[in-house]
């Protein structure tokens, strides 16, 4: 059973402070990725990164960094939070190398910023 | 880039009834497309997904069609119960998967099924 986990439920920040959202998965998955959740906009992609230090940009990486420094974690970084960063963030696994696979969800952190 | 397009936002059901919600996808390169549920609270969770070599699938009381030339793919829930209701978003490929692509989301549909 496929375990993507997110390191906090919910969190609250100050403007202009840096923010590190962790997520780990268990099922040795090359695939992780990170995004964002707004009503009424859906999920849209941050960044996604298909191996160990690799990263590609999604549709809305500004504002954002990530670092996977191991295969089982994807971090998302918010380097000067900002107001219009209240969000939800989820972050998303899938296995294949090649073509397409199911992604699996952790269970999101709902980030306030102040 | 790729778009995805999906509609209603928002559909309310009787229990019973069938429900359908319609995507369009604008890169005709796109192979891939998956249906995600979420329920309120809860993570998104793959409910069925169809390749583009495929016109039809079925799972139970769920269905995907694709029709490649038009770009639209659509879900059929048939004989909705309660506990279908939640949000559901289609998405599109781009690329070729793994570390060449990634998915594009539609911007959800709220079902709600009425006992």
């Known amino acids: 059973d496929v375990k993507v986990t997110q390191s906090s439920r919910y969190l609250v920040k100050r403007t202009g402070e840096k923010v590190f959202l962790e997520c780990v998965q268990d099922?040795?998955?090359?695939?992780m990725f990170w995004y964002r959740q707004d009503p009424g906009l859906g999920l849209r992609l941050i960044y996604f990164?298909?191996?160990?230090?690799?990263?590609e940009k999604g549709d809305i990486p500004e504002g954002y960094s990530v670092s996977r420094e191991k295969k089982e974690r994807f971090s998302l970084i918010l380097e000067s939070a900002s107001t219009n960063q209240t969000s939800m963030y989820l972050c998303?696994?899938?296995?294949?190398?090649?073509?397409?696979?199911?992604?699996?969800f952790g269970p999101g952190t709902r980030l306030t910023v102040t | 880039g790729e778009n995805v397009e999906q509609h209603p936002s928002t559909l309310s059901v009787q229990e019973g009834d069938s429900a359908v919600i319609k995507c369009t996808y604008s890169?005709?390169?796109?192979?891939?497309f998956p249906w995600y549920k979420q329920e309120l609270g809860k993570r998104p969770q793959l409910i069925i997904d169809?390749?583009?070599?495929?016109g039809e699938k079925k799972d139970q009381r769920i269905a995907v069609t694709l029709n490649k030339t038009a770009k639209h793919f659509s879900l059929h829930i048939t004989e909705t119960q309660p506990e279908d209701s939640a949000v559901y978003f289609c998405?599109?490929?781009?690329?070729?998967?793994?570390?060449?692509?990634?998915?594009?989301f539609g911007k959800g549909t709220k079902l709600s099924v009425k006992p």
């Open positions: 890169d005709s390169a796109s192979n891939y």
């Open positions: 169809i390749r583009s070599n495929v």
């Open positions: 998303a696994s899938s296995g294949s190398e090649e073509g397409w696979d199911e992604q699996y």
């Open positions: 099922m040795d998955h090359e695939n």
């Open positions: 998405a599109a490929s781009t690329g070729y998967g793994g570390s060449q692509g990634n998915l594009i």
């Open positions: 990164s298909y191996d160990v230090k690799m990263k």
